[in-house]
């Protein structure tokens, strides 16, 4: 039986600690949907329209993973509804640092009430990479600040863009 994970997030934007986790993910299951979140408990710099462009040309463009195992995809369910509907009982979370996992914890259980089939892993992305937020990477870019050791060309050129 072919194990598919669900990978959310708000993905805005990608960096390398989810990229990190992405390809960790991919040694382990054998299909890895990235779940985009646009539910509306948060802010974004970016639509849901441009975070899936980017994710996919970060992904697919940028690193050129193979489009066989990754499908990038929007959601605003409850991540357990989003495992019921691709047939997954497994869902990835990154760990950045011990901040992150009081958080994911809770996460996990309040998942695991949910629906009790499925199992959460968490994946710590590497060591240079556990400093990395989104949030910083746009504040960083908006300054006009360096962020090329954070994220990719493509996501770069979008924060750019953005703005300029």
Known sequence: MKKTAIYPGTFDPITFGHIDVIQKSLKIVDKLIVAI??????????????????????????????????????????????CKKH??????????????????????????????????????????NQIISSRLIKEIAELKGDIKKFTTKSTINSLKKKYE
Do not use: C, P
């Open 87 to 128: 047939n997954s009982n497994i869902i990835l979370r990154g760990l950045r640092a011990a901040s992150d996992f009081e958080y994911e914890f809770q996460l996990a259980g309040m998942n695991r009430k949910l629906n009790n089939k499925i199992e959460t892993i968490f994946l710590m992305s590497d060591i240079n």
């Open 37 to 82: 979140s646009n539910g509306t408990e948060k802010n974004y710099l970016f639509s849901i329209e441009e975070r899936i462009e980017i994710v996919n040309k970060a992904l697919f463009s940028d690193l050129k993973f193979t489009k066989n195992k990754i499908k990038v995809i929007a959601f605003n369910s409850l991540t357990t509804e989003l």
